[in-house]
T-cell receptor
Framework: QKEVEQNSGPLSVPEGAIASLNCTYS??????FFWYRQYSGKSPELIMS????GDKEDGRFTAQLNKASQYVSLLIRDSQPSDSATYLC?????????FGKGTRLHILP | DAGVIQSPRHEVTEMGQEVTLRCKPI?????LFWYRQTMMRGLELLIY????????DSGMPEDRFSAKMPNASFSTLKIQPSEPRDSAVYFC??????????????FGPGTRLTVL
């Protein structure tokens, strides 16, 4: 079983709509969870982190964590063309940080 | 701070040659990670260090790969001999360890390696 799994996409969402990205992880001992955005040819940049069950909102972004289901999600409201990128889910287990393969998101103008 | 610095940014070499990638983490960061990214395999963790000590190298693909961190401000990833399947973007990332907090990794710009 892969440690961090994401749907590779591409996920196509109309401009202005909500984009929903999902991630599952295998280690129940994982403590913290991150969403990174990566534009083509660039390095990953952190957009959200979450450590407790529930929702965490930051501007147009909402991260959701359900430790019982080992599930993390990212919602992007009012999607913009500039949101088109690959979104990487990362999981920290005892300071070892593992990434999923990423989901390619394409916002349709 | 200049952020995580990696060199070279691009490297083209021939199969069988030795390749050395370099990383300077952000000053004060206790952890340093080496990742490799390809389309097929995504962002794979190769090895990470805490206070210059290798903690987990289980991601290093084979004996041709080695990594060192002789001091807090410098790390190298060496491939000897290199093979075409090693072609990828290699990222270095660092973060500080602060009690009671969960920290963001800061990534370097990456080294794009092409082995012919």
């Amino acid at each position: 079983q892969k440690e961090v799994e994401q749907n590779s996409g591409p996920l196509s969402v109309p401009e202005g709509a909500i984009a929903s990205l999902n991630c599952t992880y295998s280690d129940r001992g994982s403590q913290s969870f991150f969403w990174y955005r990566q534009y083509s040819g660039k390095s990953p940049e952190l957009i959200m982190s979450i450590y407790s069950n529930g929702d965490k909102e930051d501007g147009r972004f909402t991260a959701q964590l359900n430790k019982a289901s080992q599930y993390v999600s990212l919602l992007i409201r009012d999607s913009q063309p500039s949101d088109s990128a690959t979104y990487l889910c990362a999981v920290n287990t005892n300071d070892k940080i593992i990434f999923g393969k990423g989901t390619r998101l394409h916002i349709l103008p | 701070d200049a952020g995580v610095i990696q060199s070279p940014r691009h490297e083209v070499t021939e199969m069988g040659q030795e390749v050395t990638l370099r990383c300077k983490p952000i000053s004060g960061h206790d952890y340093l990670f080496w990742y490799r990214q390809t389309m097929m395999r995504g962002l794979e963790l190769l090895i990470y260090f805490n206070n210059n000590v290798p903690i987990d190298d289980s991601g290093m693909p084979e004996d041709r790969f080695s990594a060192k961190m002789p001091n807090a401000s410098f790390s190298t990833l060496k491939i000897q001999p290199s093979e075409p399947r090693d072609s990828a973007v290699y990222f270095c990332a660092s973060y500080p360890m602060q009690a009671g907090s969960y920290n963001e990794q800061f990534f370097g710009p990456g080294t794009r390696l092409t082995v012919l």
